[in-house]
């Protein structure tokens, strides 16, 4: 079996479910690309745990995690996917020593998941399982869990982490969505994909390292622990691939981030 892409999702607003633009046509795209995987295991921004947990049941619902003044719409999206109890048994199992908690009915799929699920994988035939991320943690630890999940990759799993690199939403431009990026966000953003582009995981580990712009960028840090995770289970001689790569509102970035095998 060929070692499958691991993806990270720049997810932005729950509303992009309900919309066709070039984001969600790009998605659709990389979706198309990857095929169609034995399953998916999902890190996302909205799953925050005490200790590694993972969802673990054969019908996982479709969480609506946001506020009541989103659209009647929004609420009445389901993304059916089927879980994979055995596919949860194996995060367990290569993540040990490390407890790993089998989650069967408490979760299930939140919009960090299905919003970008919906569009890359719109049949919802593959099955999901999400790994909620251990919020005691400091960021090393988080890409360390992404190194140790790497072996997934050549058993047909594909690996996606959905979260922000830049997500302040205090600070977004709420009535201009193609505003320009505010300068501390394009700093960032920019420096990050650096990083990336350098193999160089340990800057993106140490974001903090770039005081003020990082303050702002990831003012909390949910949205952007999933892109360690990613990071962390990357091989030698992926291919990298920015693609959406643009920020919204001045400080929502969607840049997504595709790490593809060489041989792919």
């Not at 997934?152 to 302040?168: A, F, K, P, Q, S």
């Given at each position: 079996m060929s070692r499958l892409p691991v993806i990270f999702f720049g997810h932005g607003s729950p509303?992009?479910?309900?919309?066709?633009?070039?984001?969600?046509?790009?998605?659709?795209?990389?979706?198309?690309?990857?095929?169609?995987?034995?399953?998916?295991?999902?890190?996302?921004?909205?799953?925050?745990?005490?200790?590694?947990?993972?969802?673990?049941?054969?019908?996982?619902?479709?969480?609506?995690?946001?506020?009541?003044?989103?659209?009647?719409?929004?609420?009445?999206?389901?993304?059916?996917?089927?879980?994979?109890?055995?596919?949860?048994?194996r995060v367990r199992e290569i993540l040990a020593p490390?407890?790993?908690?089998?989650?069967?009915?408490?979760?299930?799929?939140?919009?960090?998941?299905?919003?970008?699920?919906?569009?890359?994988?719109?049949?919802?035939?593959?099955?999901?399982?999400?790994?909620?991320?251990?919020?005691?943690?400091?960021?090393?630890?988080?890409?360390?869990?992404?190194?140790?999940?790497?072996?997934?990759?050549?058993?047909?799993?594909?690996?996606?982490?959905?979260?922000?690199?830049?997500?302040?939403?205090?600070?977004?431009?709420w009535g201009d969505r193609h505003c320009r990026p505010y300068d501390w966000s394009q700093r960032f953003n920019d420096y990050i994909k650096t990083a990336i582009v350098e193999d160089a995981p340990e800057r993106a580990v140490d974001f903090e390292s770039q005081g003020q712009d990082a303050q702002r960028s990831v003012p909390t840090p949910d949205h952007y622990w999933p892109l360690l995770y990613v990071l962390g289970a990357r091989q030698p001689g992926d291919r990298v691939a920015f693609a959406p790569d643009h920020i919204e509102h001045g400080s929502l970035s969607m840049t997504t981030v595709t790490l593809t095998p060489q041989a792919a």
């Open positions: 509303m992009i479910a309900l919309e066709t633009n070039d984001t969600t046509r790009t998605w659709k795209a990389i979706g198309d690309a990857v095929g169609r995987p034995k399953a998916i295991l999902c890190v996302s921004a909205h799953w925050l745990t005490r200790g590694i947990a993972v969802t673990a049941m054969t019908k996982p619902r479709t969480i609506h995690d946001f506020g009541a003044s989103f659209p009647k719409a929004l609420f009445d999206q389901q993304y059916p996917a089927p879980g994979s109890p055995e596919l949860a048994a490390t407890p790993v908690a089998l989650d069967e009915s408490g979760w299930g799929l939140d919009h960090g998941t299905w919003s970008v699920l919906g569009k890359a994988f719109p049949a919802a035939d593959v099955p999901v399982v999400q790994l909620g991320m251990d919020a005691t943690k400091p960021p090393a630890w988080h890409f360390e869990i992404g190194q140790r999940l790497a072996p997934l990759r050549d058993e047909g799993v594909l690996i996606v982490g959905t979260g922000n690199i830049v997500h302040n939403l205090p600070a977004m431009d």
